[in-house]
């Protein structure tokens, strides 16, 4: 099986190919250009540096939230665009699960991505096994506390939330320092995960495939409020 798998869910972007277990090519991004200019060159360089051609692709994934509304929106209409002329199988991967299957060794990793005002998307998995330990969630850092005192060590966090965690729990025992430069989200973990998902659950035609953003966009947000504020006018209004 030949394996496309894209990230644009955060600030890098990241491709991998992978055939069976075995990573053909891999490559990150972190230039600050917009994942609109990035992504289909990297596509079409990690294809033709493999020798493949999209007739020769089995799967396509993609990294389906939570992350930048925007980012994921462009991975997605890419994947869905690649997919659609074939009918190609696809499978949207959790971000933090992605985050998670790029890294390894024992105990804990949780993939946490910033959600902005002190908050962040994230879930926690075993790190020799990558079974999932929590759900996927957007919570203030300080709701991490309980999991973090109790989970099995040593606990790595990854992803562009990490910095805001290892602020707050980085004296905490059994945490351990993970350099910036290895905790981004790699294309390999975007691959693994998709096979391990693809395994359990089968996959989806380009049509099913979907974003998970986990929360209401800022717009949408800021819009509810709004409604609140005037429900409130008219109901002291009306006493």
């Given at each position: 099986?030949?394996?496309?798998?894209?990230?644009?869910?955060?600030?890098?972007?990241?491709?991998?190919?992978?055939?069976?277990?075995?990573?053909?090519?891999?490559?990150?991004?972190?230039?600050?250009?917009?994942?609109?200019?990035?992504?289909?060159?990297?596509?079409?360089?990690?294809?033709?540096?493999?020798?493949?051609?999209?007739?020769?692709?089995?799967?396509?994934?993609?990294?389906?939230?939570?992350?930048?509304?925007?980012?994921?929106?462009?991975?997605?209409?890419?994947?869905?665009?690649?997919?659609?002329?074939?009918?190609?199988?696809?499978?949207?991967?959790?971000?933090?699960?992605?985050?998670?299957?790029?890294?390894?060794?024992?105990?804990?990793?949780?993939?946490?991505?910033?959600?902005?005002?002190?908050?962040?998307?994230?879930?926690?998995?075993?790190?020799?096994?990558?079974?999932?330990?929590?759900?996927?969630?957007?919570?203030?850092?300080?709701?991490?506390?309980?999991?973090?005192?109790?989970?099995?060590?040593?606990?790595?966090?990854?992803?562009?939330?990490?910095?805001?965690?290892?602020?707050?729990?980085?004296?905490?025992?059994?945490?351990?320092?993970?350099?910036?430069?290895?905790?981004?989200?790699?294309?390999?973990?975007?691959?693994?995960?998709?096979?391990?998902?693809?395994?359990?659950?089968?996959a989806v035609s380009p049509a099913q495939l979907l974003p998970d953003y986990?929360?209401?966009?800022?717009?949408?947000?800021?819009?509810?409020?709004?409604?609140?504020?005037?429900?409130?006018?008219?109901?002291?209004?009306?006493?």
């Amino acid at each position: 099986m030949n394996l496309l798998a894209v990230d644009t869910a955060g600030k890098t972007a990241a491709v991998a190919l992978m055939a069976q277990d075995r990573l053909l090519y891999e490559a990150q991004l972190n230039n600050g250009l917009t994942h609109s200019e990035t992504l289909l060159p990297m596509i079409d360089t990690a294809l033709r540096c493999a020798g493949l051609g999209m007739e020769q692709l089995d799967l396509l994934a993609v990294t389906n939230g939570p992350g930048s509304f925007t980012g994921l929106r462009i991975g997605l209409s890419v994947v869905k665009g690649l997919a659609q002329p074939r009918q190609l199988p696809c499978v949207g991967v959790s971000t933090l699960a992605a985050l998670a299957y790029g890294c390894t060794g024992e105990g804990t990793v949780i993939g946490a991505l910033d959600a902005r005002r002190g908050q962040v998307y994230w879930a926690a998995f075993d790190l020799a096994s990558h079974a999932r330990l929590t759900d996927d969630a957007a919570e203030p850092v300080e709701k991490l506390e309980k999991f973090i005192k109790t989970c099995k060590k040593p606990l790595l966090f990854v992803g562009d939330g990490a910095t805001l965690c290892y602020n707050r729990y980085g004296q905490e025992p059994g945490v351990a320092p993970c350099p910036p430069a290895l905790g981004i989200l790699r294309g390999a973990g975007v691959a693994l995960a998709a096979k391990a998902q693809w395994e359990r659950e089968g996959a989806v035609s380009p049509a099913q495939l979907l974003p998970d953003y986990h929360r209401l966009s800022q717009a949408e947000r800021e819009r509810a409020a709004r409604e609140e504020q005037v429900q409130r006018g008219n109901g002291n209004h009306g006493i």
